[in-house]
T-cell receptor, first 113, second 115 residues
């Protein structure tokens, strides 16, 4: 049973546009929701994370929106740049779960010049 | 060298071979992990080691055998693998024990092909 469902599988956006990736989770006990960014030939790297006590978190051009009642969260990439082309993974975990993250299947983002 | 280093980067092996993947972290972390990454599928947690002790085995077949001699090194010993085991194997580390959630630091992975 996949505990975190991610969509879309891929998306293409023009430079300067907004990329939006959505995730839904099953376990209401999850209390930590990170997003990881992975470039070809590299391992995933933490991009931004949110806890359910806030509805939005922004870091530069990256924003997480969190809807606890709907059990959904999303990543918005504003003013998308070609350097943002990568695969993005959402994840969820419980505090104290020793880094055992439940990952989504990933979204491949391509930003065209 | 900094971060998490994995060797080899690529590995091709037959189903009867025995090989090992190596991971080394230079971050002073106390927990290390093996994850499996297959195309278009979520990353799958395989094993967790905390202070050299295995704390998680996520129902991984016995043809995968982990070893953690110290908090900086992690190995994954492979034997009699199947073609469906072909994937990117990622090692990660984190500093556990704090009240906040751990940030995972991943290596670049070993791309494994089983023929």
């Amino acid at each position: 049973q996949q505990q975190v469902k991610q969509s879309p599988q891929s998306l293409i956006v023009q430079k300067g546009g907004i990329s939006i990736i959505n995730c839904a989770y099953e376990n209401t006990a999850f209390d930590y929701f990170p997003w990881y960014q992975q470039f070809p030939g590299k391992g995933p790297a933490l991009l931004i994370a949110i806890r359910p006590d806030v509805s939005e978190k922004k870091e530069g051009r990256f924003t997480i929106s969190f809807n606890k009642s709907a059990k959904q969260f999303s990543l918005h990439i504003m003013d998308s740049q070609p350097g943002d082309s990568a695969t993005y993974f959402c994840a969820a975990s419980l505090t104290g779960s020793w880094g055992k993250l439940q990952f989504g299947a990933g979204t491949q983002v391509v930003v065209t010049p | 060298e900094t971060g998490v280093t994995q060797t080899p980067r690529h590995l091709v092996m037959g189903m009867t071979n025995k090989k090992s993947l190596k991971c080394e972290q230079h971050l002073g972390h106390n927990a290390m992990y093996w994850y499996k990454q297959s195309a278009k599928k979520p990353l799958e947690l395989m094993f967790v080691y905390n202070f050299k002790e295995q704390t998680e085995n996520n129902s991984v077949p016995s043809r995968f055998s982990p070893e953690c001699p110290n908090s900086s090194h992690l190995f994954l010993h492979l034997h009699t693998l199947q073609p469906e085991d072909s994937a990117l194997y990622l090692c990660a580390s984190s500093q556990t024990g704090s009240a906040t959630n751990e940030k995972l630091f991943f290596g670049s992975g070993t791309q494994l092909s089983v023929l």
